[in-house]
DNA sequence: TGTACATCAGTGAACGCGCGTTCACTGATGTAC
DNA sequence: TGTACATCAGTGAACGCGCGTTCACTGATGTAC
């Protein structure tokens, strides 16, 4: 077998966690069966054993792939932004711009986010998977907030915000124009909101 | 007994919906079961089925409760902000900050949004359900939308943002706030979130 | 090149528990006359 | 004021189904010598 290729049991795992993900995202994770699951995938009950030590094991895979996917997403997003622009301000609006467009482009919407998901089911998990997603919100704080000390060193604010504040909400437009956009159930709403952001970001830093 | 006081019957079936929310926002719909909330009230089964003819009678119930509550919470306080204001923008400025104050008084920070937790589990429910959460959006846009209406005509924009998106913006800063919050564990997100937006609200009709 | 063994990626059957729901019943309170 | 009946707010026992988990096994692929 191809070395490049993975191994055929990866494959199956990845298979899982992908209809996971859509279950978890539609109808929370208590009611997401490990039956629906290898129905879908084509293995039965053991094989999915095979896998995840249990349910819980798969909720941390679930969150865990899920952060990778977004923060490599966001890598990659912004450097390519950044590539076009080499002021940190003007780098960061294109970023957004782009950003806001492969979110009007995502064809039945955005799918909801995994870490709200797991939010509202909190109690329903332990405290690893709690911490997981606690880092994840406050590594997003980072790194939006290391940029926004990047821009301020050009641009002094203009307006009275506090960074880590401006930072968050980064995170909490993005979650809750899911939020908002799912239940309207119109897909344009989420990126309206981030470019609505865009806005505010270029007033505090450039003026009206 | 006196006709003021609710009916023996109508006070048991406010402890369940009390007792289901809190259990609901925690852990999801689905592991929310009826055992656990007849044990936290005090009744058997029959009793709940006396008062809830099934567990989506109860989710219909919760939904309702919790968007009347909400509405009227938001009606009285921008109602009191006005009094104190006759101006449309400074009424409203006034209502943000009184909202991002009481936000902060909440002990244990915000339980949880139940539109973003119905959201999240959404083909658990009948489309009653999800229609009426569809309609508890819709309904806070056209709120903030007349308002900001009402504020544009004295205070005609400075920055070129959509009202309707605007007016989107606080159901997401504070559905996204609330989720930013419980995950980091930090309550303060919440007021901060809602104290940024009113800083943008400034900046859109009043300049920098 | 062949053989022995180990690991991988599962299968199949069984388990017990908790869940939502049903149904026949009941004792306390309210209402009509 | 007393009696008959109706409604309210539940009780108690039983149901079957689906769920997550376990355990002994297996056939295909990979590795050592």
Same mark, same amino acid.
């Given at each position: 077998?191809?070395?490049?290729?993975?191994?055929? @049991?990866?494959?199956?795992?990845?298979?899982?966690?992908? +209809?996971?993900?859509?279950?978890?995202?539609?109808?929370?994770?208590?009611?997401?069966?490990?039956?629906?699951?290898? %129905?879908? =995938?084509?293995?039965?009950?053991?094989?999915?054993?095979? !896998?995840?030590? @249990?349910?819980?094991?798969?909720?941390? %895979?679930?969150?865990?792939?899920?952060? /990778?996917?977004?923060?490599?997403?966001?890598?990659?997003?912004?450097?390519?932004?950044?590539?076009?622009?080499? /002021?940190?301000?003007? @780098?960061?609006? +294109?970023?957004?711009?782009?950003?806001?467009?492969?979110?009007?482009?995502?064809?039945?919407? !955005?799918?909801?986010?995994?870490?709200?998901? +797991?939010?509202?089911?909190? $109690?329903?998990? $332990?405290?690893?998977?709690?911490?997981? $997603?606690?880092? %994840?919100?406050?590594?997003?704080?980072?790194?939006?907030?290391?940029?926004? /000390?990047?821009?301020?060193?050009?641009?002094?604010?203009?307006?009275?915000? /506090?960074?880590?504040?401006?930072?968050?909400?980064?995170?909490?437009? +993005?979650?809750?124009? *899911?939020?908002?956009?799912? =239940?309207?159930?119109?897909?344009?709403?989420?990126? #309206? #909101?981030?470019?609505?952001?865009?806005?505010?970001?270029?007033? *505090?830093?450039?003026?009206?």
């Amino acid at each position: 077998m191809d070395g490049a290729l993975p191994k055929r @049991g990866a494959e199956t795992r990845e298979r899982l966690l992908e +209809v996971a993900e859509r279950s978890v995202l539609d109808k929370g994770f208590a009611a997401t069966s490990i039956d629906e699951l290898i %129905a879908a =995938v084509g293995i039965t009950k053991s094989g999915f054993f095979y !896998h995840f030590k @249990g349910k819980e094991e798969l909720a941390t %895979a679930l969150l865990q792939r899920y952060i /990778d996917q977004e923060d490599e997403l966001l890598d990659t997003l912004f450097q390519r932004a950044d590539e076009l622009h080499e /002021d940190p301000l003007h @780098g960061f609006l +294109v970023g957004l711009k782009m950003f806001a467009e492969m979110m009007a482009d995502l064809p039945g919407g !955005h799918p909801g986010c995994m870490v709200a998901s +797991v939010c509202y089911q909190e $109690n329903l998990f $332990n405290s690893e998977v709690r911490e997981l $997603n606690r880092e %994840a919100v406050l590594a997003w704080r980072r790194r939006f907030r290391e940029r926004f /000390d990047l821009i301020a060193e050009r641009y002094p604010p203009r307006l009275p915000v /506090d960074l880590d504040a401006l930072a968050d909400m980064v995170s909490a437009l +993005v979650d809750g124009g *899911i939020i908002i956009s799912k =239940v309207v159930r119109d897909r344009h709403v989420l990126p #309206q #909101q981030i470019m609505l952001f865009r806005e505010y970001v270029r007033a *505090i830093f450039l003026g009206a």
